[in-house]
């Protein structure tokens, strides 16, 4: 009975066999959901010196083994700080990004982010966030003081400058900003650089 069964129906079953086949296999081969997670990224192209607004950034899923270190998923960690770097649409906007501790990300201990106002404004636009400069003192008058010429930092990076459009609120306000170039700087390098100014004339050079 159950052999004449098989044979009036031996297309269908083994049809239906193959079937099944065919979905362990498929169902095998399905690789499992990928967790994500969500990561803010620039909603547009960024220039280096933008106070971040909500409408800068835009919340965007990525798998959970490629979101960087340093990235963030609220909006109110980001909002209103300052890129220090340019930035890509659909960039992750991560700590390094920002004006912030997050700029000092793998600098020696002890290193410190020191604000510079150079005594020649233009300079400033000759630098970018990363290049190295040295960093001089010049003083006296050539006259009654003789002029004498310190290097106060040797090959120290550019985390941030002000913007060159005048515009820029910086970190301090719409003046105080401007000309102002960050640097990250040693211990010794950053005592001797916070009275520079009151010392004398301040120059970039650049190097590397």
């Known amino acids: 009975m159950l052999r004449r069964i098989v044979r009036r129906h031996y297309r269908f079953l083994a049809a239906a066999c193959f079937c099944a086949a065919a ?6 081969l399905t690789p499992d959901p990928v967790h994500t997670v969500p990561v803010l990224t620039a909603a547009a ?5 933008t106070l971040l607004g909500d409408a800068d950034l835009q919340v965007v899923d990525v798998p959970a083994f490629a979101v960087p270190p340093g990235a963030s998923a ?4 980001l909002s209103g700080q300052r890129l220090a770097t340019a930035l890509r649409r659909g960039s992750p906007v991560l700590d390094t990004s920002v004006i912030g501790p997050g700029l000092l990300a793998g600098a020696p201990p002890g290193t410190a982010a020191v604000p510079v106002r150079p005594a020649d404004k233009s300079t400033v636009q000759l630098v970018a966030p990363g290049q190295l400069v040295d960093i001089v003192l010049s003083t006296g008058n050539g006259y009654e003081d003789p002029e004498e ?9 550019v985390l941030w400058k002000a913007d060159s459009s005048g515009t820029d609120a910086g970190l301090l306000g719409p003046q105080e900003s401007d000309g102002l170039v960050v640097v990250a700087a040693s211990p010794s390098e950053a005592a001797a650089l916070a009275s520079a100014s009151s010392r004398g004339k301040v120059f970039l050079v650049l190097v590397g």
């Open 23 to 28: 979905g362990v296999g498929v169902h095998a």
């Open 45 to 49: 192209d960024l220039p280096a010196g």
């Open 74 to 77: 609220a909006a109110t960690d």
């Open 149 to 157: 010429t310190t290097v106060l930092a040797d090959g120290v990076p």
